[in-house]
C-alpha cells in the first residue's frame, strides 16, 4: 500500500492535473477525516453507487461539480498549499453539492446554485479557519452546514428554486410519546450501516460497507469508531424512544459516527480514557441531533451536521485533560489546525 500510494505521490509531483485529481480525491476523504487518495475513491464510489441506487444520479454529479469548483475556487484564492493539497478545502464543497441536490428539485437553476455552494464552501472555509484558529478549534463542516442552510433557505424567496425533499413538520416536529418496540437485530444493522452512509446522505447497505473500508484502507482505528459510534448512536435514540423510522434511516446516527471519529481516532491520541470520552461525545451528538430536529422545524431545514460541528467543538475545548493525536498517526492530523 505504501509503495503505491509513493508511486502515486510521485506522478502527481510531475503533473498538476494530476495532482488536482489527487486534491479531489483526498478532499473526498477528509469528510471523515482521511488524507488518502485510495480512501477517496472508495468514497466517492460509495457516492455513486448510493446516488444509482435510490435513482438520483445527479446527486453524485452534483456533489462532485461542487468538489471541482470549491478547490478550483481555493486555487484562486492562492489557500495554503499544503492544506489544499490535503484536501481540507474541497470536503465542504462535496457535501454542499450532494445536499443541494438531494433536498432540491433538479433542474437548470439547480447546477448553478451547486457552482455557487461549491465556490461559497470554499472561501467559508478559509474565514471558518481563521475565526476558530485562536481557539485552537478546526473549522470541521461547519462551512457545508452555514453554506447548505444558506441555501436552502433561499430557495423559499426564489420561484425558480423548490425544495421538495426539504424536511416538513411531520419529519422534524417534536415526538408524541409512544409504546417503543423492541429493537430488532436487523433493525440494529440497518441503523448502523445507513448511519454510516448517511454522512454522504446516502441511504445504503453497500455505500456504508464502501466507506467503513475507505476509513479502515487509512485508518482501522476510524473504521472501529464509525462503527463504534453507529451503534452507540442507534441504541441512544431507541432507549429514548425516537421515531423508528429515523433511527433505522440513520438520520439521527451521522453526526454522531463522524464525533466518534473526531475524537476517538483524530484529533486525540486514542486509549481508554479518549474512548470513553469519544462515547460520551457520540451520545451527547445523538441528544443534540434531536434538539437541532425541533430546533429547525420553523425553519424547515435539515440539521445536516451540525450537531456534530457543535458537540465537537465543545468537547475539544477541554483538550489540556487528553494528550493530542501523534504527529504521524492519521494523515488528517497533519492540519487539523486547519481543519
Known amino acids: 500500500m505504501e509503495k503505491i500510494l509513493a508511486g502515486w505521490e510521485s506522478l ?52 462532485v461539480l461542487a468538489l471541482v469548483v470549491a478547490n478550483l475556487t481555493a486555487l484562486w484564492l492562492r489557500v495554503d498549499r499544503t ?23 433538479p433542474n437548470a437553476l439547480l447546477w448553478v446554485y451547486v457552482v455557487i455552494g461549491g465556490a461559497v464552501s470554499a472561501i467559508a472555509m478559509l474565514g471558518t479557519a481563521n475565526a476558530v484558529k485562536p481557539l485552537g478549534l478546526s473549522s470541521l463542516t461547519f462551512p457545508f452546514v452555514l453554506t447548505t442552510w444558506l441555501l436552502l433557505l433561499a430557495t423559499y424567496g426564489f420561484s425558480g428554486l423548490v425544495g421538495t425533499a426539504l424536511p416538513t413538520g411531520n419529519v422534524v416536529a417534536a415526538f408524541h410519546s409512544y409504546e417503543a418496540s423492541p429493537l430488532k437485530l436487523m433493525d440494529l444493522v440497518q441503523g448502523v450501516l445507513q448511519s454510516i452512509s448517511q454522512v454522504f446522505l446516502k441511504a445504503s447497505a453497500v455505500a456504508a460497507l464502501l466507506l467503513v473500508i475507505g476509513l479502515a484502507v487509512n485508518s482501522p482505528a476510524a473504521a472501529a469508531f464509525a462503527i463504534a459510534g453507529a451503534i452507540v448512536a442507534v441504541l441512544t435514540a431507541h432507549l429514548f424512544g425516537a421515531e423508528s423510522e429515523l433511527i433505522t434511516g440513520g438520520l439521527l446516527g451521522f453526526s454522531p459516527v463522524l464525533t466518534a471519529i473526531a475524537l476517538g481516532a483524530v484529533f486525540y491520541q486514542t486509549n481508554w480514557r479518549v474512548a470513553i470520552y469519544a462515547l460520551l461525545g457520540t451520545v451527547v451528538t445523538v441528544i443534540a441531533q434531536a434538539a437541532l430536529n425541533v430546533a429547525l422545524t420553523p425553519f424547515a431545514i435539515p440539521a445536516l451536521t451540525a450537531p456534530f460541528v457543535l458537540v465537537t467543538w465543545i468537547f475539544l475545548l477541554p483538550r489540556q485533560c487528553f494528550e493530542p493525536a501523534a504527529a504521524g498517526t492519521d494523515d488528517a492530523v497533519k492540519a487539523r489546525a486547519t481543519r
Open 12 to 63: 502527481c509531483a510531475s503533473s498538476s492535473t494530476l495532482r488536482f485529481v489527487d486534491i479531489n480525491l483526498r478532499s473526498t476523504g477528509q469528510v471523515m477525516f482521511q488524507d488518502n487518495p485510495l480512501t477517496g475513491i472508495l468514497f466517492l464510489a460509495a457516492i455513486a453507487w448510493g446516488s444509482y441506487a435510490a435513482g438520483v444520479p445527479h446527486v453524485a454529479i452534483a456533489g
Open 83 to 105: 492544506a489544499l493539497h490535503a484536501g481540507l478545502f474541497g470536503y465542504n464543497g462535496i457535501l454542499v453539492g450532494l445536499a443541494l441536490a438531494t433536498f432540491l428539485s
